[in-house]
């Protein structure tokens, strides 16, 4: 069984899993009230929690993904089509295969509202809030987001991509942690989801130990006049749902 570990709390609480495949990690995290975190969550936490937290230190799969599109080229999405099968793309990655993906997965992938092509570059986060990537990525926190980049010595993000094959394929995106070297990038290159890498989840605070709302007891009051109802539900219930219903009242006078 997968072991979700919370580093993260406040009003917005976020967990990992490392040491299982992606479907595995999934599953858990969903399993305790938990969401797979976008990059603009990541990047949220991270300035948060501060360059030296566990989050801003390691690298983990948020729920973008990149779609490699024959004679179209490559696009960083917000509809993964591995979200929806994470099973299926684990399994084809185990098996050492790409996660082929079908023309309904291709239009829902690259709806204009929710993708960006992208290429090989690296792009400087003094460019952060005022480059489309970027602002695509992590939203209102783009400019934020780089500028804790650079107070934290990096100076770009460099993209790691696959390349095109004669079909269109999936992989899971990967927020590279803050590296030494002064980069801090895009990762859809491995096709690793068979491997115990690291799944991030986020969560509202109020989800845990969320209680079932309190039941007030009913009051003589009430039952009194549930009493005096029974003689309007006859016309409309059956003699034995009758008697339930006054079965019921009964235990209400206990």
Known sequence: MAQVTQDVKGKIESAYVKDAPFDEAKKALEKDGYKIISLEENAQLRIQEGKNAYISQNGNYTRE?????PKKGIFLTKNSPIM????????CHRNGNEFYINKEQIEK?????????IDNRSIPVSEFGNEEITDFAFGKTAKEYGQFLKDAGIKEIPFYLASLEDKPFARQLWLCGLDSDGRSGFDGYDRSLNYDGRVRGVRDASAEGA????????TMKDVRIAEKEIGKLSKILQPEQIA???GLIEKLKQ
């Open 244 to 246: 339930n219903v006054k």
């Open 211 to 218: 209680k079932p709302q309190k039941i007030l007891p009913y």
């Open 65 to 69: 993904g990149v779609v490699y599109i």
């Open 84 to 91: 929806k099968n994470a099973e299926k793309a684990t399994q």
């Open 109 to 117: 992938a690259l709806d204009k509202k929710y993708s960006v092509k």
